[in-house]
């Protein structure tokens, strides 16, 4: 029998960060018959409002998104697993900081889970990959994804992103795809502090701009694209969304290989398209981007367009891998397993 409490241990912690933050492991707990038992605390009781009917439809409006910004304002969950009179302690780091981001947590836990595990760096010994799962979805809102996975391809190529996390670079990522003769929606999501000249360039390259795209809206423009193009996070991290595009079984473009990843490795070809651009970790100035060959995307996108059983397979391969390693239950699996290999 195994039980899974939260335990607080990391001082200031937003609890509507938490929610959002953790629940992608939360959900996959309760999925494998060991949801996790909380203190008579605010962040069980935001929890309990996202997986229920009213959370279905408050999730990812403007009322709830995360709040209190800032490293350790709720990206770590700290958990006690209890399995035949044994007790593991346990942390899930959903930060998309390549960094421990609580030390507090590493130092009390047994076995830290990052989510943004980067394969190049050196982490210390108790440091475990683990699936970022898209935060903001819904039970209800799986389902859908997943039917999402035989909905009519009428676009070529779906690109729906900001601009923060290297402005230069994600704005020559539109101009490039704005290029291609296909069939294709490119969206911008503003927030209000772009800069006036580089929302002029998006517009000049066709792109529509917006201040907010519902969720249900958003999802079901990404199931049109015979391509979804993906690139890194604000930090360098694998996006939220990635978990969410394979699930609904998108054939995932990435502009380069992500830094991080998980587990049961994403791998090139396989689960993604990747266009190769060899970019550097800064993707803000135009002197660290002047080596880069964007028409890399183009010829890409066009390569991956002419020949459809390359989508097929790769949608296929992605979806599996979803179905596989990645949905919230494996996940939690995973998890679990890790921890009862320490008893």
């Known amino acids: 029998m195994i039980a899974i409490s939260y335990v607080p241990v990391i001082p200031d912690t937003h609890p509507k960060n938490l929610s959002i933050y953790q629940f992608y492991y939360l959900y996959g707990f309760e999925r494998i018959g060991a949801p996790v038992r909380f203190p008579w605390n605010r962040f069980g009781l935001e929890y309990r409002i996202r997986s229920s009917g009213l959370g279905q439809r408050l999730i990812r409006t403007r009322y709830n998104l995360v709040v209190a910004p ?33 030390d507090a947590a590493y130092e009390w836990c047994d076995v830290y889970f ?13 440091v475990r990959p683990v699936v970022f ?10 389902a859908r994804l997943k039917a999402y996975r035989t909905a009519p391809k009428t676009m070529d190529v779906v690109f729906i992103n900001r601009i923060l996390g290297g402005s230069e670079h ?10 291609i003769d296909c069939r294709r929606l490119l969206i911008c999501s503003v927030q209000g502090f772009e ?3 580089h929302l002029d360039r998006l517009r000049a390259a066709g792109v529509t701009i917006t201040t907010w795209i519902d969720q249900d809206a958003y999802w079901q423009a990404f199931s049109r694209g015979r391509l979804v193009f993906n690139r890194s996070g604000r930090k360098l991290s694998m996006t939220w969304k ?15 290989r992500p830094r991080p990843n998980w587990p049961v490795p994403l791998e090139p070809e396989r689960h993604y398209i990747d266009c190769g ?20 995307v183009r010829r890409t996108i066009e390569a991956a367009l002419a020949d459809e059983p390359r989508i097929r397979r790769i949608a296929a391969e992605g979806a599996g891998y979803y179905d596989r390693h990645a949905a919230p239950e494996r996940v939690a699996d995973y998890i679990v397993r890790e921890c009862l ?3």
């Open 70 to 102: 800032g490293v350790g304002s709720g990206e770590v969950g700290t958990y006690a697993l209890t399995a035949d009179g044994r007790t593991v302690r346990f942390a899930i780091d959903a930060s998309d900081h390549a960094h421990v981001v609580s």
């Open 114 to 126: 990052k989510a943004s595990r980067w394969e190049s760096r050196p982490y210390p010994p108790k």
């Open 133 to 142: 799962g898209h935060n903001y979805l819904t039970a209800a809102l799986f």
């Open 170 to 179: 994600n704005i020559r990522l539109f101009e490039a795809l704005a290029a």
């Open 195 to 197: 800069r006036p000249e």
């Open 242 to 256: 990635t978990s969410a595009l394979l699930c609904m079984g998108a054939a995932i473009v990435f502009d380069d």
């Open 277 to 296: 651009l060899g970019l550097s970790d800064d993707r803000e100035s135009a002197d660290a981007l002047a080596a880069i060959d964007y028409s890399k």
């Open 341 to 343: 290999a320490l008893t």
